[in-house]
């Protein structure tokens, strides 16, 4: 098996898969709906690199890191091999480094890092640390869960209206979300003080994706319009369309400090249902 080889999990006619490059889900096809989860055509595929789509994990840092602006933006888990701990027919683990290292150069302290992704009537992506230094061991991540929508511009994204959010296309301003969020220019926002369950109402595709979410009290929500699609190497210039990103954090405030011996699990737990 390479870190590309295709995992498949399976639950009655449900199907999702998985590969140990980054620990990342690709696909998800609840019974008889089209994808849950969307990845570009122009996804790279390669050591070392990020995979545009499904769900990357951002570990342990989310967007540029906080002292050092040559790290690369995101973490290093999403490009890194995962080790396959074990497989069964509708979940998979996996280990980001052998247990015996616990170190990466470019991460701060020592660490177990777990990423578990079971299948059953939802998709369910599980991120867990454990500190295992001697030093608090400080860390942001997000599941950055890529959605497939039937047009993007007629989604609404329910579930954040009165929250406040951190808007990175506008100086990091605090902002108060009013309503629904509607998706007709570029949106980069991250929501904070939030442990609600968010849905993104598909009116093209018939559904409502629903992403409830455990150990987190941040969410992102992404799309990256025309201009930045251009200029993204692995993203189609009409892609925007499709997708839009609902991601599971612990970013912003939502920092975690973990103490010598503690773990923190990021959950989130994705599913799909008829319009109401
Ligand atoms: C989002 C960020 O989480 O990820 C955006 O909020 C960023 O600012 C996007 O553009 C994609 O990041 P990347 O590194 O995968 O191109």
């Known amino acids: 098996m390479t870190q590309f080889s295709k995992i498949e999990l399976n639950y009655h006619d449900s199907k999702a898969s998985v590969v140990p490059h980054g620990a990342h889900v690709l696909d998800y096809h609840p019974a008889g709906q089209p994808p849950v989860l ?4 122009l996804a790279l595929f390669q050591d070392g690199k990020a995979i545009r789509g499904g769900v990357p994990v951002i570990w342990p840092w989310f967007g540029s890191h906080p002292t050092d602006a040559e790290k690369s933006s995101h973490g290093v888990a999403r490009n890194m091999a995962w080790q396959v701990l074990g497989v069964t027919e509708s979940a ?8 015996s290292e616990n170190s990466h150069p470019l991460v701060d302290g020592r660490f177990e890092c777990q990423l ?7 998709l369910t992506v599980k991120l867990t640390t454990k500190n295992v230094g001697d030093s608090p061991f400080k860390m942001t991540a997000a599941l950055h869960s890529y959605f497939h929508v039937g047009d993007a511009t007629q989604i609404a994204i329910k579930g954040l209206d009165g929250r406040t959010y951190i808007d990175q296309l506008d100086s990091n301003q605090r902002k108060l979300q009013q309503g629904p969020i509607q998706i007709d220019q570029e949106v980069d926002r ?6 609600d369950t968010v849905e993104i109402h598909d009116p093209v595709l018939g559904r409502v994706i629903e992403i409830q979410k ?26 925007y369309l499709e ?4 991601e599971t954090c612990n970013a912003a405030d939502d ?7 503690e773990q923190h699990s990021l959950l989130t737990r994705i599913f799909s249902r008829p319009n109401d």
């Not at 969307?38 to 055509?41: A, E, K, L, P, V």
């Not at 578990?116 to 939802?122: C, G, H, P, Q, T």
């Not at 997708?243 to 609902?246: A, L, N, S, T």
């Not at 920092?255 to 011996?261: K, S, Y």
């Open 38 to 41: 969307w990845t570009s055509q």
């Open 92 to 99: 998979a683990s996996f280990s980001l480094l052998p247990a």
């Open 116 to 122: 578990d992704v079971i299948l059953d009537e939802a």
């Open 190 to 195: 991250i929501y904070i003080n939030s442990t």
């Open 214 to 239: 455990e150990g987190s009290l941040s969410t992102v929500v992404w799309n990256p319009w025309i201009e930045k699609s251009k200029r993204m190497a692995d993203f189609g210039e009409q892609e």
């Open 243 to 246: 997708m839009v990103c609902v």
């Open 255 to 261: 920092q975690r400090t973990l103490v010598p011996a």
